[in-house]
């Protein structure tokens, strides 16, 4: 980056001797403006996945700081500059403060929001007199070092420091745990923050970073056009402008930003010195629609798929046409970067990708047993499996005679809960707190008491939640200690996956208290609660679609308990993966697994964040026989690591094979709690799902 940049300054400094036309140190200049504002508006819209329409209100900001600054106060240019990304800072910070506190200005309620902001400041500069007063404000070409040359290289080096300095955070950001974490939040923000993510402090940062970035370019912006008005930065022209740069390079890469901006302004440049004016907008709109459609991730993911192809297309294009003397060097540039982006995407479009050769993922209980301890599973395993095939037929009843088979599940059910208890390790994992997080800190030492003890690990108290008029959870009151699974079941809407969302802080309880390790978690963040030890899988799985399936388990790594760099994550995932064995598809994308993996992707996930309570809500949602078996056996080899579980699930056989104990939901009340064998039997229970007159 550092050597880019220099060689840009070099060049622009010796322009006359190596050929090149002073036009074309103006025209540079634009392109590096527009990259200092596509990057900065890519950190929060790009990264982030929070689309933005207010680029021009930073831009604005900047632009009036310099303008005021040094017209009315005599405050020196290079001063000017960085108190115009303070204060694009301030105003960042004000928005994002406002919005994303707000969990309901998401989409496109938050680009409304954005939207609105540029029109109110231009509202105010207009009956302002000190700003604008609706005249424009005329910005004098300072003073500047004799060695810089002329006005437009100084122009130009400053345009050149800002878009350096926005393209080298974007940079950093990009491969960092920082940037890890905005893709995170950009492909499930909800899934991210439950994760162990501080998705608002990362959004906060993200959009105060645009905003400097962008009130610095801004001010520089100010001295280049000379006379700034509110029309010419408040408007919908550089937002605008911004978004079909960025979506056309990539919005997820930091390369994605300089990429676009050099082929707009290119194309802009070449249709205005052809006369073409007037077909600028058609044409800008004819290539944003063609790109959405071929190559909807921009062309920075077309040419790094094929990036020696779309390299020799650009060569030989640019080569060849400079050879004839016909063509001007703008035109048989935007000719080769032209061919390039087209090759790139008709290649990667008709050339198949090479896909992994993949080993048979599925393994059987049995083969799991085996593989865990080096041997055939014993005697008790055996009684386990026995029980398990009985309870198979259940699973295929129909509904009606449900009731009947009921109680052969719960004969069944002390069979298979021995050979649970033969497998079952007591001891649980080390707790590690957070630095800063002092109450999920002493959450962490209360489970580490509580195991030690055998106390409660988690505990909820007259637990009620309203949504509106209606009462999801009506005094739930339940205890998970260590060493148990314990399965939760009712029938629909009976407060299941509620009752999850309180337990990993999701949701906030109306009334009650809910207490990880004797320590309640109420106005904890749902990464704080992580923290304590504390994980969960969704009934739909959530993975970060935009990464491998290696870093989906080594996000839950850097940002779960105990921490973890990258690299240190990584190689932790892969550990991981082999316990549910998906270790084979380590670099495959989610949006390759079939819902099994992904199932299985979410365990694996869940399990890196070290917990010591699991909460699996209905995991083996849409599996086959063969797969539930399958995830049943993974469930088993992760409670034999220690952890605790909580298993939301209507198959009945999963549950017999599985929990130590059942608690039963029913119109948000708990209706039956204890032994699976008595459970099931209770004629309440059967009422719950079946109706009166069946029970």
């Not at 939040?185 to 959004?203: C, I, M, N, S, W």
């Not at 205005?272 to 920075?300: F, H, K, T």
């Not at 009731?403 to 707790?431: C, I, N, S, T």
């Amino acid at each position: 980056m550092a050597a880019v940049t220099a060689l840009l300054a070099v060049l622009a400094h010796f322009h006359s001797s190596v050929g090149i036309a002073p036009y074309s140190i103006v025209l540079t200049t634009t392109v590096l403006f527009w990259i200092a504002q596509a990057t900065s508006w890519n950190l929060l819209s790009g990264y982030a996945g929070y689309f933005s329409f207010g680029q021009g209100a930073y831009v604005g900001v900047g632009a009036y700081s310099m303008a005021v600054l040094t017209g009315r106060h005599d405050v020196g240019f290079l001063w000017s500059i960085p108190i115009g990304g303070l204060l694009g800072g301030v105003l960042a910070l004000a928005v994002g403060a406002v919005a994303f506190r707000l969990g309901s200005l998401r989409g496109e309620i938050f680009a409304l929001l954005t939207l609105a902001v540029p029109f109110l400041l231009a509202t105010f500069a207009r009956i302002n007199m000190d700003i604008d007063g609706g005249q424009g404000t005329v910005i004098a070409l300072p003073a500047y070092p004799q060695w810089v040359g002329d006005a437009q290289h100084m122009l130009f080096y400053l345009s050149l420091a800002v878009a350096a300095l926005a393209v080298a955070v974007a940079l950093a950001v990009h491969g960092s745990r920082y940037g890890h974490g905005l893709a995170a939040v950009h492909d499930a923000e909800d899934a991210a923050e439950v994760l162990g993510v501080p998705t608002f402090r990362y959004k906060m940062v993200a959009i105060v970073l645009g905003g400097v970035l962008g009130g610095m370019g801004g001010a520089v912006f100010a001295m280049q056009i000379g006379f700034v008005a509110v029309e010419s930065v408040f408007g919908l022209t550089i937002p605008l402008f911004v978004i079909v740069i960025s979506v056309l390079g990539g919005r997820r890469h930091w390369l994605g930003p300089v990429i676009g901006a050099v082929l707009v302004v290119v194309l802009q440049d070449r249709l205005s010195a052809g006369g073409l004016e007037s077909l600028e907008n058609i044409v800008m709109g004819a290539l944003l629609v063609g790109l959405v459609i071929v190559a909807p991730d921009g062309l920075y993911g077309r040419l790094r798929a094929r990036p020696w192809l779309a390299l020799g297309a650009f060569a030989v294009v640019l080569i060849g046409m400079s050879l004839t003397g016909y063509w001007a060097e703008l035109d048989a540039l935007l000719y080769a970067m032209f061919a390039a982006a087209i090759v790139a995407t008709l290649a990667d479009r008709f050339l198949a990708q090479p896909t992994p050769k993949s080993p048979d993922a599925t393994f059987s209980p049995t083969r799991v047993a085996a593989d865990r301890s080096g041997r055939t599973p014993q005697p008790a395993a055996r009684a386990a499996g026995a029980a398990d095939a009985g309870a198979t037929e259940v699973a295929q009843l129909p509904l009606l005679h449900a009731a009947e088979a009921l109680p052969g599940l719960a004969e069944a059910a002390p069979q298979a809960g021995e050979a649970r208890a033969a497998e079952a390790v007591v001891g649980l994992g080390e707790a590690a707190p957070q630095a800063g997080e002092a109450r999920a800190a002493e959450a962490v030492v209360g489970l580490g008491e509580a195991a030690a003890r055998g106390r409660a690990l988690v505990s909820c108290v007259g637990v009620t939640r309203d949504f509106g008029g209606v009462r999801a959870l009506d005094g739930v009151s339940l205890q998970v200690f260590p060493a148990e699974i314990v399965g939760l079941v009712g029938p629909n809407g009976s407060g299941k996956t509620t009752l999850v969302n309180l337990l990993c802080g999701a949701l906030q309880p109306t009334r009650g208290t809910v207490a990880i390790g004797g320590r309640p978690i109420g106005g904890l963040a749902p990464h704080r609660v992580a923290h304590t030890g504390v994980a969960r899988t969704y009934q739909i799985p959530r993975p970060f679609e935009s990464m491998t399936v290696r870093d989906n388990v080594a996000m839950a790594v850097m940002f779960g308990r105990t921490g973890a760099s990258l690299s240190q994550a990584r190689s932790k995932a892969q550990q991981h993966l082999a316990t549910v064995h998906l270790g084979h598809l380590a670099d495959v994308r989610p949006g390759s697994l079939n819902l099994h993996q992904r199932q299985l992707l979410e365990m694996a996930r869940a399990i890196a964040a070290e917990p010591v309570v699991l909460l699996l809500d209905e995991a083996l949602a849409g599996l086959n026989p063969a797969e539930i078996d399958d995830a049943v056996a993974v469930i088993r080899r992760i409670h034999a690591t220690g952890i605790s579980i909580v298993v939301v699930e209507h198959l009945l056989r999963v549950l017999n094979q599985l929990s130590t104990r059942i608690v039963v939901l029913d119109r948000g009340a708990v209706i039956a709690d204890g032994d699976p064998a008595q459970v099931l039997s209770d004629p309440a229970v059967v009422r719950a799902y079946l109706g009166r007159q069946r029970a």
